[in-house]
């Protein structure tokens, strides 16, 4: 018999709740009130139509090096499709407990498509305060679409041509990359497995917290992707490291938000920086986000590209299978 898991959108919306649960209240020292984002601080913005393409890619490589993070607008995907993907991810969300239960997935056993709420392995672990849903979205050979909500009806519809247009922009920003690497176009996305590079969408969920001070909704991390690409709603949160500092990522209407993961950290052997982020929550309104993570095969091998290396330059890290990378930083061992 698995275990009842205790949804966060429940225990939010259960009026009584005053103050915060303590498995949610973070120590001391990962509080957002004794950790403020610094203010004044502007993360990059980019804009894909920048016509000097020679520009374009030092812009990219400029924000991938220093931040790695950035903005881009003029994307060419329409403001109307994000608005109908948010309405339908919202629409799950908004139905009865019953309904979004039948999706549950099962993390312990490996099976982590589906609705979630991240549990932890040991008391000592705090919980964070987000319910999500995930699932593959590409390769077509990888979807499963009974893991997808069947709820509201238009869901695998408008999510198909979200992964179309997710699949276009993740060719053209591993492009610039590849450039701003001074490499042949084509090179991240061969490295990563070309037509058989994956994307998997979280939807995240932050119901309103009754102590948003002392929760995180996500704790600092970076992600195991090669690129994350994200979009969240009106409702500001994000927050990512730079310069020994938090520095809050204001909402900007209609961009797509570029994380740098940790396999292009490797392939760059470092020069692209994989970005630490952490996502706070809020005491009136839920916070969303739709995050598409771009990922190798299990079976890629993911090490420093050889023509970055030299005397100079050693390899600042080991190569080996993106399952191998996946299990020891799910398990928390060197990598």
């Given at each position: 018999?698995e275990?009842?898991?205790?949804?966060i959108?429940?225990?939010a919306?259960?009026?009584?709740?005053?103050?915060?649960?303590?498995?949610?209240?973070?120590?001391?020292s990962?509080?957002?009130?004794?950790?403020?984002?610094?203010?004044?601080?502007?993360?990059?913005?980019?804009?894909?139509s920048?016509?000097?393409?020679?520009?374009?890619?030092?812009e990219v490589?400029?924000?991938?090096?220093?931040?790695?993070?950035?903005?881009?607008?003029?994307?060419?995907?329409?403001?109307?499709?994000?608005k109908?993907?948010?309405?339908?991810?919202?629409?799950?969300?908004?139905?009865?407990?019953?309904?979004?239960?039948?999706y549950?997935?099962?993390?312990?056993?490996?099976?982590?498509?589906?609705?979630?709420?991240?549990?932890?392995?040991?008391?000592?672990?705090?919980?964070?305060?987000?319910?999500?849903?995930f699932?593959?979205m590409?390769?077509?050979?990888?979807?499963?679409?009974?893991?997808?909500?069947?709820n509201?009806?238009?869901?695998?519809?408008?999510?198909?041509?979200?992964?179309?247009?997710?699949?276009?922009?993740?060719?053209?920003?591993l492009e610039?990359?590849?450039?701003?690497?001074?490499?042949?176009?084509?090179?991240?996305?061969?490295?990563?497995?070309?037509?058989?590079?994956?994307?998997?969408?979280k939807?995240?969920?932050?119901?309103p917290?009754?102590?948003?001070?002392?929760?995180?909704?996500?704790?600092?991390?970076t992600?195991?992707s090669?690129l994350?690409?994200l979009?969240?709603n009106?409702?500001?949160?994000?927050q990512?490291w730079?310069d020994?500092?938090?520095?809050?990522?204001?909402?900007?209407q209609?961009?797509i938000?570029?994380?740098?993961?940790?396999?292009l950290?490797?392939?760059?052997?470092?020069?692209?920086?994989?970005?630490?982020?952490?996502?706070?929550?809020?005491?009136e309104?839920?916070?969303?986000?739709?995050?598409?993570?771009?990922?190798?095969?299990?079976?890629?091998?993911?090490?420093?590209?050889?023509?970055?290396?030299n005397?100079?330059?050693?390899p600042k890290?080991?190569?080996?299978?993106?399952?191998e990378y996946?299990?020891?930083?799910?398990?928390?061992?060197?990598?």
């Open positions: 018999m275990m009842e898991v205790e949804r959108q429940n225990l919306f259960n009026n009584q709740l005053k103050e915060l649960p303590p498995q949610f209240v973070r120590p001391f990962e509080r957002p009130e004794n950790t403020k984002a610094v203010e004044g601080v502007t993360v990059p913005v980019i804009s894909l920048q016509p000097q393409r020679d520009l374009l890619v030092k490589a400029e924000a991938a090096s220093q931040w790695g993070f950035f903005l881009v607008t003029s994307h060419g995907i329409s403001p109307a499709l994000i109908r993907l948010q309405e339908v991810g919202e629409e799950f969300f908004a139905l009865p407990q019953k309904e979004k239960e039948a549950a997935n099962d993390p312990s056993n490996g099976n982590f498509e589906g609705y979630g709420t991240k549990m932890t392995k040991n008391l000592e672990e705090k919980v964070e305060w987000v319910d999500y849903f699932h593959m590409s390769p077509f050979s990888k979807i499963n679409y009974n893991k997808w909500p069947k509201p009806p238009s869901y695998r519809e408008v999510t198909q041509e979200y992964s179309k247009e997710m699949l276009r922009l993740t060719d053209e920003i610039l990359l590849s450039e701003g690497l001074g490499l042949e176009k084509k090179s991240l996305k061969s490295s990563l497995g070309d037509e058989k590079i994956e994307l998997e969408m939807i995240n969920m932050y119901p917290c009754p102590q948003p001070e002392l929760a995180l909704g996500v704790e600092p991390h992600d195991m090669a994350t690409l979009v969240p009106e409702v500001s949160g994000l990512v730079n020994n500092k938090w520095v809050a990522v204001d909402y900007f209609d961009a938000f570029v994380h740098i993961g940790d396999q950290e490797v392939l760059s052997n470092g020069k692209y920086k994989s970005v630490l982020h952490r996502s706070l929550v809020n005491k309104r839920k916070r969303m986000s739709w995050a598409v993570f771009v990922v190798p095969p299990h079976e890629a091998v993911i090490g420093p590209l050889p023509p970055l290396l005397d100079h330059n050693p890290f080991s190569t080996k299978t993106y399952a996946r299990h020891r930083k799910f398990n928390k061992l060197p990598q």
